[in-house]
């Protein structure tokens, strides 16, 4: 596997694959190591957990730098990528034990109560755009529940994934509880039908959900997905426009646009509209973009430079189906994948930017006469990740809210992902849920226990 700077294409380092016999080998080193690490008590689980938190933020720098490198993040979003990893980690550390545990209910029973237990080694497949908190946001629950883990990272991200690996066995877990796979996607599938792997958690696209759910499927094994998004940003007739064409901005261009619930859909109403593309774009036009290392870059570059030509052609299709673009929309001159923060009005169903998920920065402005038709116009998605309303009636925005077909929504904010609330989609998007109190029970086992 080798790991290429997107930001100049330069090879960073090479690694040498996992074999079929190595993979069978270390899932077997896993699950002896389950068997073991699931009778320990949660307080030294919790110590542990702890203590990882603590190594992520000692070597904040080292992480942060190799994920910018990698995959071409900004030097000051990785940072802040390594502190929500931490941040996950004490907050399971601190709440797993309550929120695992017997959970008594009334019944014929003289006691009948609800027991969560682990399931064994779970199989997460994860993707590149954040390749350090995806991992720890499924990890750090699932680790404290009991389980253990082992981990197909993106191609591209060898060395995040290894470091990831490392954080844990710093942090003092045992050697063999989690475990990085350096395997390419052609091999997951062997993996999953090994009968030691318990359960499948994935993010990534909606055909690589199809594909290991449909595998998961066939050997009867859990699955949680997240997939795909292309979440709407509604701009209501009595939104606050500077302040939110601010926020827009930020949601469509976190990590260079290549995030599953950044905002790509912008539903204007059109008594706004003006004000709001002439805000937007001035913000847009002004990003810098560069470096991904140097303190005052905005935006990076595209992960790889076959995500630049998918979401290039993407554009193109739109404008020639009657989109106007209104800035960007071209890749920027010289060496790495870096495309340019693109704005463009007047979209409709049937263009690219529309019925699909565009994965960079690039803004897509539909106009709505009103506010039942963005509900509709938002609903119009095959996707179900994430969303926002705009306005400045806070109780007219829960309203809508409630309507809109999506896993969170979030009323005059960024949609984000946060320890304390659980995350998922509907649709397309995918399905079950990670972080708060629901995340940590999808892979334990609610055993129901009655007593006479």
Known sequence: MKSINPANGQIIAEYAEHS??????????????FLNWREVPFQIRSEHMHRAAQVLRDKKEEYARLMS?????????????????????????????????????????????????????????MPWNFP???????????????????????????GCALAIEDVFRKAGFPDNLFRTLMIPAGQVEAVIRNPLIKAVTLTGSEPAGRNVASVAGSEIKKTVLELGGSDPFIVLDDADIPACVVTASQARMINAGQSCIAAKRFIVVE????????????????????????????????????????????????VALGAKLLTGGKRREGKGSFYLPTVLSKVKKGMPVYDQ????????????????????????????????VWTRDTERGIRVARQIESGAVFVNGMT??????????????????????????????????WVA
């Open 20 to 33: 079929s016999d190595e993979v069978f080998q270390i899932i077997g080193e896993v699950n002896q190591t």
């Open 69 to 125: 490198m990698e995959m071409g993040k900004v030097i000051k979003e990785s940072r802040a990528e390594i502190e929500k990893c931490a941040w996950v980690c004490d907050f399971y550390a601190d709440h797993a034990r309550s929120f695992l545990e017997d959970e008594y209910i009334e019944s014929d029973a003289s006691r009948s109560f609800v027991s969560f237990e682990p399931l064994g080694t779970i199989l997460a497949v």
């Open 132 to 158: 350090f908190w995806q991992v720890f946001r499924f990890a750090a629950p699932g680790l404290m529940a009991g389980n253990s883990a082992v981990l197909k990272h993106a191609s591209n991200v060898p």
């Open 271 to 318: 008594s706004r509209l003006e004000e709001f593309e002439t805000q937007q774009t001035a913000i847009m036009q002004a990003m810098r973009v560069g470096d991904p290392l140097l303190e005052e870059t905005q935006a990076g570059p595209l992960a790889r430079m076959d995500l630049l030509e998918e979401l290039d052609a993407q554009v193109r299709q739109s």
């Open 357 to 388: 998920e565009t994965f960079g920065p690039v803004s897509a402005i539909i106009p709505v006469k009103d506010e039942q038709e963005a509900i509709r116009v938002a609903n119009d998605s095959d996707f179900g990740l994430g969303g926002s």
């Open 416 to 449: 984000k992902s946060d320890p304390r609330l659980p995350f998922g989609g509907v649709k397309r998007s995918g399905y079950g849920r990670e972080l708060s109190s629901y995340g940590i029970k999808e892979f334990v086992n609610i055993k129901t226990i």
